[in-house]
Nanobody, 123 residues
Framework: QVQLVESGGGLVQPGGSLRLSCAAS????????IGWFRQAPGKEREGVSC????????WYADSVKGRFTISRDNAKNTVYLQMNSLKSEDTAVYYC????????????????WGQGTQVTVSS
């Protein structure tokens, strides 16, 4: 079972940038699809972006298209989420999750989850 640890969250002003990292241990990420999800207070956890194990397929929620970029470095067993032009509505706890050989970004497909990292966008 892969273990995931997120980092890189924090407080940023609107229009600013953050890069989240999802570091894996216990298993290679070579055959895992990795997803980033977020949960704001009082809201359901929603998909933000996903990337297939090979990196040749990515998915983004409409709300983040053109602003967020997902990438992975399998040699470092790490997946990244570059977040630019941040808005107050991006404020949430961000989680990464993994599913072996995943082919979608459906939250219920993902069985391994990190503990989350808080992102707060505020002036």
């Amino acid at each position: 079972q892969v273990q995931l640890v997120e980092s890189g969250g924090g407080l940023v002003q609107p229009g600013g940038s953050l890069r989240l990292s999802c570091a894996a241990s216990g298993s290679t990420l070579d055959y895992y699809t990795i997803g980033w999800f977020r949960q704001a207070p009082g809201k359901e956890r929603e998909g933000v972006s996903c990337i297939k194990n090979s990196g040749d397929w990515t998915w983004y929620a409409d709300s983040v298209k053109g602003r967020f970029t997902i990438s992975r470095d399998n040699a470092k067993n790490t997946v990244y989420l570059q977040m630019n032009s941040l808005k107050s509505e991006d404020t949430a706890v961000y989680y990464c999750a993994a599913v072996p050989w995943g082919v979608s970004c459906r939250r219920t497909d993902f069985g391994s989850w990190g503990q989350g990292t808080q992102v707060t966008v505020s002036s």
